[in-house]
């Protein structure tokens, strides 16, 4: 190839990288012009025949009016990485192939802070101004991106991100920390924010989670105590000789002192129970699976055995997180092998079922046995999540335990007291959470906009209050049957349901026996409806579709009037 006629170039050293694999496509070398008033109109380009890949320019255009001769061009993100998620992980360019993989930087012994004692919780790439929330406590950041916590205590935890306090959605991590010593090593865990998802996530690689780890000895000294965020710890409740369900401070005297309600609700909250519910490690070989350290939820997840119509199943998608629980609400709650009478006894009354479903995981190998404790540790893992988040899919599961498991397996206050304990003494903490830490009637904004989770659940309050009424008249019936071989736990429910009913009473619900059966009813607009007969417990009082009916039988025990296909 022959050389072009140009000019002679001014003589300065080019403005060139050594440092650049001579393969990564055409160099170029640019020549400062001598003047600002040099001519950029005759461009001259002068081209190396030893050299074909060596192009020089002399008197380019100013560096704003460049074009790039690379054969790569930059690009906003590489891949399927979020955007700000790459670092650089090596000090220097290497001379090597671009297909020999990366090298990480060499870890040293002082390169990583290992805490000790309690675990740690980080933050990366937050927007300045967002929501956080930690357990029963959340504030907002208006100026600078919150860097996470420190001195997290044992037990389980609940940390989640908002994009703003009005935002719908919200994403969050459960960790569980266990008891050390002061001198045991702790974790520390990393999570990302994904500006183009809005979600808390893990992080993009394992080389982002190791250059946060080594960052955390420079912002150790700014991060917030995990504790300044939690309320005050329960007094010590004073001794009385009626259950009052609550004692001056409002707090369930049930609780230990030094106690709160939220390491309460949280006491059943395992490692193994959300690696249960969070379906992790399904199939062969999945018990000698590690467990996890964290586990995400979002305000999108949604419960196994939610009746899904299809625009929501549109709108959620099929990437969405499936939550599984011991009890699934499309579930019939009688075991395979009951007939006749015992199908019937179970219909009514789920103890049986229950009780086969948590100490022998019902039959179903993809169902592992569980024990009493994971019911209400179930139970407070869908209420906290489900009111945090604004999970309505968590929130139909909680009220699905109640109304359907919990409080209609009234045997279990005779065949297993002490579950029946923990059932009632959950649901009276979750109540005094509700009123001390979740009540909105501020006007305050976000998933659950409204002064009560009752409320924002009329007709599922309503079905929970029927539900009270005829566990409190079964559990009547059964601890006056015990007499005098009434067993201390046993005794113990009665008073715990007796506490429980007394917080009732302040919220305006009556879970006495007598209750209205027919008379005049006012319906919102004024108008009054005479003689109107309440279908309110049909079925304990069998009437309306319950009630007792005389059929005639034929010679082959089946009744007559029926329409049979059989010849």
Known sequence: MSAVSAPTPPEVAPQSDDRAPNFCGVTVEIYPPASDSADFSNNNININTSSPNHISVANPPRPSALRSFNSVEAVPTIGTLPLGSLRITEDSYTDTPLTTPDRSRPSTGSGIMTPTGSDVFLLDDLPAACTIGCDAASFSTTKQPFLGFRDIPAGAHLIWVAPSATASTRSAYWIVTPERAPDDPADVHVKQ?????EVLSDPA??????FQKEKLQQIFGLLPSFQRFQPPAAPTPAPS?????HDGDGLPSFLGEGASLWSYLTASISPELLDRIMDVGAGPGAGKKPLHKSWQVTTSDRVVGEPTLAMEARLYGA???RLRFSFAMDELLISHSATGEQRTRQALDPTDYVIEKLEGGGGDSSSPPS??????????FAFLTGTHLGNHSLLEQWWFLLTRVAFRSFALVVRRPRMALSLIRTLHAQLAYEERHLDNSGGEEGPLATSSVLDAFPEHA???QRALVTYKARLDEQLLGLGDRISPAQHAVGDAFAALEARLWRLGWDLRGDYLRSGSL????GEVVPDAELSDFEDEDERGEYAPAVVRLDDEGRERGRVSWDT
Do not use: M
């Open 193 to 197: 924010w994904d500006q183009f998802n």
């Open 205 to 210: 690689s394992q080389a982002e989670e190791r």
């Open 241 to 245: 000789g009626r259950a009052t369900g």
């Open 319 to 321: 990437d969405t997180q």
């Open 371 to 380: 024990s009493g404790s994971d019911l209400a540790g179930e139970l407070s």
């Open 462 to 464: 309503r079905a929970l």
């Open 522 to 525: 006012l319906l919102d607009d």
